[in-house]
């Protein structure tokens, strides 16, 4: 500080930028935090019940649009034990009846 006194609207420019300087870091941290809660909602996702999928699925949708639901539903089927051991099954090619 110089030690001139600032005049009024100095001050409110100032506070107008550290409001803009907060609000870009908790969009930020919201995007962060977004981000986490989602990754550990798809690592814990064979363990939730149905309610709470179908709950947390149709929200998701509802929150980002139709276009999501298919590549939302094949990401969650993949994440899911029973599904994923299911899919990885039929992955794996069956010997032809030559031995091959």
Request: with cysteine; proline share 3%; hydrophobic share 40%.
């Amino acid at each position: 500080m110089t030690g001139i006194p600032l005049t009024e609207a100095r001050r409110e420019s100032r506070a107008r930028q550290t409001v803009s300087v907060e609000c870009v870091n908790l969009a930020r941290d919201g995007e962060d935090l977004s981000r986490a809660l989602g990754d550990a909602v798809a690592r814990c996702w064979s363990s939730l019940s149905h309610d709470a999928q179908q709950l947390l699925f149709e929200t998701a949708v509802g929150s980002e649009g139709e276009r999501i639901r298919q590549k939302l539903a094949l990401f969650l089927h993949d994440k899911h034990a029973k599904t994923r051991a299911c899919l990885l099954a039929k992955a794996i090619p069956e010997p032809d009846s030559l031995g091959g």
